[in-house]
C-alpha cells in the first residue's frame, strides 16, 4: 500500500483523512496532530461541563458535497431542543431526524442573530436600515452617514487597501464606526495596510447597496435570488460545539483503519529534490521519522517551509514572513447580563439572543463576546440560572498579553465586562477560563502580496498538497477547508497534477461566481 502522511487533526486534515479512506483502498492513512485535541480552532474545550467554542462557528455552505458530509457524521435534528422545547419555540427539523433530548450525535437548527457594540448600544450586523438603528445613531449622524455614502459611490476609490474595500462599501463615515477601530484590534495593522482581498474572501458582497437590496426582497415577499453571506439567519450547529465534528469524524477514521497519532508535532519534513521523501514528528522528547508517499499539509505554511531542507532563498524569506494574529478568550460565568434583550426573539432568562457580539468600543481591547447559551442549550451547565460567555481578544504570540497569566488576563477581561456594563460588579463572576490560540488568523501584510510566488514553488514539490487556513495561508471557513481536501483527494486518486483546484477554493471568482443558477439556499456562511 501507499502511504498518505497527513500533517495536521483540523477540519481539512481529518477531511483528507476520511476522504481518502473512504474513495480508495490503496493508502494507509497517518494523521499527525501537534496537540490532545482534534478540530484544530474549530475544537471544543469542556471547562467543567461548560463547553467553549474557538472563535465561533456557524455551519452554512453552497456545496451539497459539504452539507451532505456535514449530514453523514452528525444528521439534522428531527426533534426540538431543550430550549425549542421551553419556549415553545419553532425550528425547522429534518423527518426522522434523532433527538438531541436523547442522542448527542445530532445537527442543531439556530437562530443567527450577530451584532455590533458601539456606543453601549446595540446595532445588526450587517448595519440594517431599521428605525431602531437611525434612533441609535441620532438624525445628525445618519445624515453624515448618507452623504458620506453617496460620496463613497461617486468617487469610488481603487482599491489597494482593505480601508479603500471598506470605504467603497459603506461610506468614509460607517467605515470609522463601525470597521476600522474593530478590524485594527483584530489585525494588529490598520486597515490601510492590509491587503483588500481579505475583505473580498470575509465580507464578501456586503455593502449599504446589498442591504438595501436584501431589505427591499424581504419587504416585497420575493425569496429567490442571492443574498450576500453574513445575511443568512440561520445555521447548523452540533449540539456539543464545532469539535464534536472532528472527534466524530476522527473516530470514523480510527474504524476504517487510518491512524492517528497525537502530541506528535513535525518538525522537519525531508524533501530530496523536488519530492519528499517524508517526515519527522516529535513526541515525548523523541524525534521519529516516517516515510510516505504522499504529504497533505495543514499545518502553518511557515513552519511548512521552515521545517523544509534545500528551500530557495526566495520561497524562504517570503514563508519567514508571513504574518499571524493569535487569539486568546476568556469563558466567563455569571449569573445574568446588565444587556436587555429588546428583540421579539424568545431565549431562556430572556438574555439577548446573540450568538455573538463584534464590540466597537475604543476603550476597551475586547473584539467581540459570545454567548455560548444561544449556540447551543447543551454547551452550558445550568442553563437556566447561569450564562457562559466567551471573551474574545487578538494578540501576537509573545506580547504581553499572550504572556499574562490566567488571573492577570482575568481581571482585565473582567474589568472590560464592567467597563461596558455587561456586568456591574467583578463580584458577580462565578468561574473564568483562559484558553490560548496559535496562528488562528493568516495574516494579509508583510510578504502576503508575494504568495503567489511561494505557491508557485510549493507546486514544484510533486508529492505535496497544502490543504485548510494555515495551509494556504488563507482566512477560509470551515467548508472551504474541507473543499481543499476533497480536491486533493481528487487529484491524488485521479492522477492530476495540477493543484490550481486546490488553491482557487475560496478565491472569489473561482468559488463564488461559477454557478451563476445557485439561489440563495446555496450561499455560504461558516465564521
Not at 387 to 413: H, I
Request: aromatic fraction near 12%; glycine fraction near 8%; charged fraction near 30%.
Amino acid at each position: 500500500m501507499k502511504k498518505a502522511l497527513i500533517i495536521g487533526a483540523g477540519p481539512a486534515g481529518l477531511t483528507a483523512a476520511y476522504e481518502l479512506l473512504t474513495k480508495s483502498k490503496d493508502y494507509q492513512v497517518i494523521v499527525f496532530e501537534e496537540t490532545s485535541k482534534f478540530g484544530g480552532i474549530s475544537r471544543t474545550v469542556e471547562y467543567k461541563g461548560n463547553r467553549m467554542d474557538m472563535g465561533g462557528h456557524r455551519f452554512f455552505s453552497k456545496v451539497p458535497e459539504v452539507n451532505e458530509w456535514w449530514d453523514k457524521m452528525l444528521p439534522q435534528q428531527g426533534h426540538p431542543t431543550y430550549d425549542d422545547i421551553v419556549l415553545k419555540r419553532p425550528m425547522k427539523m429534518k423527518e426522522g431526524g434523532p433527538d438531541p433530548e436523547k442522542t448527542d450525535r445530532v445537527m442543531l437548527r439556530r437562530n443567527r442573530v450577530s451584532r455590533i457594540f458601539f456606543d453601549r448600544k446595540f446595532y445588526d450586523y450587517p448595519i440594517s436600515l431599521k428605525v431602531e438603528t437611525f434612533k441609535n445613531m441620532g438624525l445628525a449622524k445618519t445624515i453624515a452617514c448618507g452623504f458620506s455614502y453617496l460620496h463613497a459611490m461617486i468617487f469610488k476609490r481603487p482599491e489597494k487597501s482593505l480601508e479603500d474595500f471598506y470605504v467603497n462599501r459603506f461610506g468614509k463615515k460607517l467605515y470609522s464606526m463601525f470597521f476600522e477601530y474593530y478590524t485594527e484590534n483584530l489585525w494588529g495593522r490598520h486597515p490601510s495596510e492590509i491587503d483588500p482581498s481579505w475583505g473580498a474572501q470575509r465580507v464578501k458582497g456586503v455593502s449599504i447597496m446589498a442591504v438595501l437590496k436584501n431589505a427591499f426582497r424581504k419587504k416585497s415577499g420575493k425569496t429567490g435570488g442571492k443574498v450576500e453571506t453574513s445575511l443568512i439567519e440561520e445555521f447548523s450547529y452540533p449540539k456539543l460545539g464545532p469539535g464534536q465534528l472532528w472527534d466524530v469524524t476522527a473516530e470514523e477514521i480510527k474504524r476504517l483503519g487510518g491512524t492517528i497519532i497525537m502530541n506528535a508535532k513535525v518538525v522537519k519534513v525531508r524533501k530530496n529534490g523536488n519530492h519528499l521523501k517524508g517526515v519527522t514528528y516529535l513526541q515525548d522528547g523523541k524525534e521519529i521519522d516516517i516515510d510516505g508517499d504522499v504529504v497533505i499539509s495543514s499545518m502553518p505554511v511557515k513552519d511548512l517551509v521552515a521545517g523544509m531542507n534545500d528551500v530557495p532563498e526566495d520561497p524562504a524569506r517570503i514563508a519567514a514572513g508571513l504574518p499571524y494574529r493569535d487569539y486568546m478568550t476568556l469563558g466567563v460565568l455569571v449569573p445574568k447580563l446588565n444587556l436587555v434583550n429588546k428583540t421579539n426573539i424568545k431565549t431562556i432568562g430572556n438574555i439577548v439572543p446573540d450568538n455573538w457580539v463584534y464590540v466597537q468600543d475604543r476603550t476597551v481591547k475586547m473584539g467581540r463576546f459570545q454567548i455560548y447559551n444561544n449556540w447551543s442549550p447543551y454547551l452550558v451547565k445550568d442553563l437556566e440560572n447561569t450564562v457562559w460567555l466567551g471573551l474574545e481578544y487578538f494578540c501576537f504570540e509573545g506580547d504581553s498579553m499572550w504572556n499574562m497569566t490566567e488571573d492577570e488576563f482575568a481581571k482585565m477581561a473582567i474589568d472590560e465586562m464592567v467597563t461596558l456594563n455587561l456586568i456591574s460588579d467583578a463580584s458577580e463572576v462565578i468561574d473564568y477560563h483562559m484558553e490560548r490560540v496559535k496562528k488562528a488568523y493568516p495574516a494579509y501584510f508583510d510578504t502576503y502580496d508575494e504568495m503567489d510566488k511561494l505557491v508557485e514553488y510549493l507546486n514544484t514539490i510533486d508529492n505535496l498538497y497544502c490543504v485548510g487556513r494555515n495551509g494556504q495561508h488563507r482566512y477560509n471557513n470551515i467548508d472551504h477547508s474541507m473543499c481543499t481536501s476533497f480536491e486533493t483527494v481528487k487529484n491524488i486518486l485521479s492522477g492530476e497534477t495540477d493543484r490550481s483546484n486546490i488553491w482557487n477554493v475560496n478565491t472569489e471568482k473561482e468559488y463564488h461566481e461559477t454557478d451563476e443558477s445557485k439561489s440563495e439556499e446555496d450561499e455560504v456562511e461558516v465564521d
